[in-house]
């Protein structure tokens, strides 16, 4: 019996005839050309039933997948980027048939509204199961970044005194690499009733909050010395200072298990705080050593 090879390392796209699965492919393209892997675009059609065993109406369900996927194709050849492009169409939900990739991927990327937007699903479950499941890095996408008049597009991330934040940095300081972006670590805690009544005791708190930033930060500076590395303590949650900050930001890099919890940055508030903006937000992967 002849074995079938694992799939190689990849960065997966999740494909579903929209616009901003598109824009994922895109925003992926230098991903994989940065680990020099190929890009994989993945198009899940759903089973429904009795439905999936018409063979007319899985023709016409292959007939759009296939659209689907040349479209996406098309986008990424117009970037002329050195990346080789594969594509899967497998029978599996959107969820499941990238939670499997994700076994082998170096990345998994999806569109901000989620998959089967185009077929008038609710898709945003799909962003948040892939997120909180996924063995890779996942990237839910909003768009290219388009610089705006302070010219920044800054990587933030958070470091918050969590087991994992050594690791995140150094997502974030990768990211921050390829992209030729400048990187802003932000310490947050939560505003308390002191906070409230003494504005010069918060002040302090957040002085030494950021000259304890500022230290650990210093091992990033030193190995990465055309690096913008800026170090920011703000008094309030994480989710708060990015919507102040949304249009400032292209790419939000977070813990998988961050102790204000995954669904505080994709989450329903997250996402308002988004709506609009074209801040993309990387959720690192679990568990495993850089």
Known sequence: ????????????????????????????????????????????????????????????????????????????????QPVKVEAEIVRSTAASALLEASRTADMLCVGAIGLNSAAGRRGGSTAAAVSARARCPVAIVRGGWVPTASGAGWIVTAADGDPDDTFVVARAVEEARMRSAPLRVVSSRRLTFADVHDAQAAEEGRRLARASLERSLGRWRAVNPGMVIEAEAVTGDLVDYIARNADDIQLIVVGHDRRHGLADITGPTANAALHGTRCSILVAEPHRAL
């Not at 190689?8 to 005839?17: F, L």
């Not at 992926?28 to 892997?37: G, L, P, Q, S, T």
């Not at 059609?45 to 007319?56: L, V």
Request: aromatic share 4%; net charge negative.
């Open 1 to 80: 019996m002849r074995e079938t090879p694992p799939p190689t390392p990849a960065v997966v796209v999740g494909i579903d005839g929209s616009r901003r699965a598109i824009d994922a492919a895109l925003w992926a393209v230098a991903e994989a050309v940065d680990r020099d892997v190929p890009l994989r675009l993945v198009y899940a059609i759903e089973p429904d039933g009795a439905k999936s065993r018409d063979p007319q109406t899985h023709a016409q369900d292959f007939g759009t997948a296939e659209c689907s996927i040349r479209q996406a194709v098309t986008a990424v050849e117009s970037t002329n």
